[in-house]
């Protein structure tokens, strides 16, 4: 086997293999003398047919099938042979497959770039830190009183807050429209649900009360058909309702299942914003190395890596718009093309991150995977189980020892680069989350 390989490109390959006919006709007289003790031919036993005859009969087929198998084994020799490691899968391209002189082909592939890691110690990480402070207890225990509101009918007019319930008929240049129209529509002032100038119309109403509505819908509506008309909506309110929040007391306590009463409801919602903070302290110091990271090693990229990747995003994307709903009629939405940036990345950090790897021959030991199962598994109310789904499916295990992986490389770096720590608010921190 003779191979010649020419660089086409900073990362492209043609590399091209002849394979001598030796080497075919071999394994083609192997394979016919095997077809002869099995095949039936009109006019002798089976396995007598003379040699010649099944020859001419299967010997193209069986040719073929040679062919096929040869160049595919020929490849990875000849790859392991120059020390060539593709970047996706290469194209080839057979020259004389009709001849009986031997094989030659040729294969376009484009090869991973070679590079050297910049110096960690020039990148510069913000580390936050944070603290739950008692007005942080308070604010998240307010917000679970909120989820519990419930809502009293009120005399008087309506106010910021307050939840009215109303059947609405909405117009266009005087004609009715699609989507226009509810009955029991339960709308609380100042939430921003509806459109602008929607709410402002309905200050101060009172339960029995007709109002007309003047709106505008927005030029970047998402009905199309709406987008920049305007639109009179008649209103009629049934009720006018005041919002009621639970007290926070041990009755409280026990509609939330702890049974320890406030003071164990305090301990138990700062263990989950603990754990809340945990994640969000973890991600926002990944995000930063990662696009620090980026930042600092400009790679040349493999198009078929990112075209790759490319279509993989836009694939998820359509099924995930399928799981929702959205149906995927909208095929210029999933146009690979789109994720080209993000591809982009992605291939980037992949690489960035298995030199970093390599490199500095970081593991994923047993008790760190272990531990990362038991941190999802936390929260759930059977633990167990879920540790126990996760070790069932060697697929799902391999998941959390990429993660666990890709976390040694985020401690790696922090523990080379320059990190300066900075306060962060709590809610600061978890809203951007």
């Not at 770039?113 to 604010?139: H, R």
């Not at 100042?190 to 003047?214: C, N, P, S, Y």
Request: proline share 5%.
């Amino acid at each position: 086997m003779q191979v010649s390989v020419e660089t086409t490109g900073t990362l492209e390959r043609r590399m091209t293999v002849a394979v001598p006919e030796e080497r075919i006709t071999s394994e083609v007289k192997e394979r016919l003398k095997s077809m002869r003790q099995r095949v039936r031919i009109d006019g002798f036993r089976p396995g007598k047919a003379p040699l010649p005859i099944v020859q001419q009969r299967y010997g193209k087929q069986v040719r073929d099938e040679v062919i096929g198998e040869v160049m595919q084994s020929t490849l990875y020799e000849a790859l392991a042979q120059e020390k060539l490691n593709p970047a996706g899968a290469p194209t080839i391209d057979p020259a004389n497959l009709e001849q009986t002189d031997g094989l030659q082909y040729t294969a376009v592939f484009e090869v991973y770039p070679e590079f050297e890691l910049a110096p960690c110690s020039e990148i510069k990480i913000e580390k936050p830190v944070t603290e739950i402070s008692q007005q942080d207890i308070d604010d998240t225990i307010e917000s679970i009183r909120k989820q519990r509101i419930r809502w009293e009918e009120k005399q008087g007019p309506a106010a910021d807050g307050d939840q009215i319930v109303m059947d609405f008929t909405g117009t266009i240049d005087d004609e009715p429209f699609e989507g226009g129209k509810a009955e029991d529509f339960q709308l609380v002032l100042g939430a921003g649900r509806m459109i602008a100038g929607f709410e402002d119309g309905l200050k101060e109403v009172k339960a029995g009360e007709e109002r007309v509505v003047d709106v505008v819908f927005p030029e970047n509506y998402h009905a199309s058909e709406l987008a920049g008309k305007a639109a009179s909506f008649t209103v009629n309110i049934k009720r006018v309702e005041a919002p009621v929040l639970p007290e926070v007391d041990d009755e409280f306590a026990r509609h939330l299942g702890i049974p320890g009463g406030v003071d164990a409801l305090r301990e138990e919602v700062k263990a989950n914003m603990q754990r809340e903070l945990n994640q969000a302290l973890k991600s926002r110091i990944k995000q930063q190395v990662m696009d620090k990271l980026l930042e600092a090693n400009k790679i040349e990229l493999p198009k078929s890596l990112v075209e790759q990747e490319a279509r993989g995003l836009a694939t998820q994307m359509q099924q995930q718009m399928i799981q929702q709903g959205l149906g995927s009629d909208n095929k210029s939405a999933m146009e690979p093309s789109l994720f080209t940036e993000q591809a982009e990345r992605r291939v980037s950090l992949g690489l960035i991150v298995a030199k970093i790897i390599t490199t500095n021959e970081l593991k994923a030991e047993p008790d760190d995977i272990r531990a990362a199962v038991e941190e999802i598994a936390q929260p759930y109310e059977q633990p167990q189980e879920v540790i126990d789904w996760h070790y069932a499916d060697k697929k799902r295990l391999a998941e959390i020892e990429a993660l666990v992986l890709e976390n040694n490389v985020v401690d790696w770096v922090l523990a080379h680069a320059e990190v300066e720590e900075k306060p962060v608010a709590f809610a600061e921190l978890t809203a951007k989350q």
